[in-house]
Every structure is written in structure tokens, then in C-alpha cells.
């Protein structure tokens, strides 16, 4: 890289350049950095040495990151995590550690096609090529992120915010479906053609009202129907027809 000289040691590395100033990088924390490119990866150079942050723990900055090593709430030991590239640019602007999400308590996961995703301890953030950052606070995150199975989200990644539909529920709505809290069921999932249906009759606020099952089979069969229970009624799909019907 021009314009910046590194020196290699046995526990870490020792970055110097004339933008960042020289700043070593050593222990738990190069082990991460190495595994994420050093100063090649997202994180970039170090601005800052090892220091350490109130409640606990220490810090070492980057260009576009952060790498922390804390024990989070409820833990028996300490971990190594960082929080970088586009990730860290959402959450910086939107309070970083002080913010609704606080603190990272994993390394960001990458799915296919690209898309992004990282637990934080209130919460975690979602990002995507199509609809970028997102932030989902609470159980609709812990519900979420449930559903992620080899790279894959079976509802696809969110494409807002946490949204606040009716009196006392949550939404997060996703590529093929959404995530809905304050039926009395706790989270659950609605997707597909039951999903497209419980739209268009107005969704939460239809006469419907808050969905309180996931979206289930009616049988084990091929084909099998598959319905969605809601407090005033339910809705059926039926994929030898595609029709949607009440009931």
C-alpha cells in the first residue's frame, strides 16, 4: 500500500502512515484483524492502540471499524468481534455502541448473493445491494435471524425497519414475507402467497387482525395446503390452485 510502512512481530503487527499516524495492533485483536485482511480488508488501518471503553473491555479503531474485546452480559469469558465496512458505517451514524442495538456480540456473516448480517446485544443490523442497512431491535431479530440456514433466509433479508403497525405490534417486513409481533403468540412468520393475500385484505389492520401462528402444512403430502391462523380468522393457501380462501 503506498505511502505506508508495516512491521510484522510475534504477537502483532505495526502499521505507520502519514493519514493515520503509526499504531500497533497485537493479541486478540491482530488474530481477527489477520483473519479479516488486515489493512487489505474492510477495517482498513488502525487510527487508534488498544484502549480501553466504559463497562469493560478494550478497543482498537480502524478507518471503517471497529475491533472489541469484552465479556458480554451473561458470559463466562471474553471474545473478539468486529463491526466494519457498510455495517459499521450505518451503525456509527446511528450511535455505535451508545445507539438502540449497542455493542457487537459477533462478526458479521455473509449469505449468498452477497447480503450481510450481524447480532448486536439489543438487536442486530441486515444489509443487502437492493435495500442496504437495516436495524431489527428485540425478539422480531432473535425470530429473524431463526430462520437463516446455509447462507440462506427462508423471508429473505428485511427491507425496512422495525415498524410499529398497530397498538402494541411489531413488524418486520422482508423480501418473501414478514416477521409480526403482538398476537399473543409471540413472533411469527407469514410468507409466500398467505403473506401477498394478508396484504392486500390490509394486513394488521384488516378484520383479520395479528397473525398468531407461523404459516404451516396441513399434512405431509406433496402439495399439501398450508394455512395461517389469525385472531379473527384464518387463511388457507392451496398450491394445486394457487388460491387463497378464508377459512
Known amino acids: 500500500m503506498r505511502g505506508v510502512t508495516s512491521q510484522r512481530c510475534s504477537h502483532g503487527i505495526l502499521y505507520g502512515s502519514a493519514a493515520t499516524g503509526a499504531h500497533a495492533v497485537a493479541g486478540p485483536e491482530y488474530r481477527l484483524y489477520a483473519s479479516r485482511g488486515l489493512a487489505g480488508g474492510k477495517l482498513g488501518l488502525p487510527v487508534s492502540d488498544r484502549a480501553a471503553i466504559p463497562g469493560g473491555g478494550v478497543q482498537v479503531k480502524f478507518q471503517r471499524g471497529r475491533i472489541y474485546t469484552r465479556t458480554p452480559g451473561g458470559a463466562s469469558a471474553p471474545s473478539t468481534v468486529s463491526v466494519e465496512g457498510v455495517l459499521f458505517d450505518a451503525w456509527a451514524r446511528n450511535g455505535g455502541s451508545g445507539g438502540r442495538i449497542g455493542f457487537p456480540l459477533a462478526t458479521e456473516s ?134 387463497v380462501t378464508r377459512g
Open 110 to 243: 455473509a449469505w449468498r448473493g452477497g447480503s450481510l448480517s450481524q447480532p448486536f446485544e439489543h438487536g442486530g443490523m441486515s444489509w443487502s445491494a437492493t435495500h442496504g442497512p437495516k436495524f431489527v431491535t428485540g425478539p422480531l431479530w432473535a425470530r429473524w435471524q431463526g430462520l437463516t440456514a446455509n447462507g440462506r433466509n427462508s423471508v429473505g433479508v428485511p427491507i425496512g425497519d422495525v415498524e410499529h403497525r398497530t397498538a402494541g405490534s411489531t413488524r418486520i417486513s422482508c423480501e418473501r414475507g414478514a416477521v409480526i409481533d403482538g398476537g399473543g403468540a409471540g413472533p411469527v412468520v407469514v410468507h409466500g402467497a398467505i403473506w401477498d393475500a394478508y396484504q392486500r385484505a390490509g394486513a394488521e389492520r384488516s378484520d383479520l387482525g395479528l397473525p398468531v401462528s407461523d404459516v404451516y402444512v396441513l399434512s405431509r403430502a406433496a402439495g399439501a395446503r398450508q394455512r395461517c391462523d389469525f385472531q379473527h380468522g384464518r387463511l388457507t393457501w392451496d398450491p394445486a390452485t394457487g388460491a
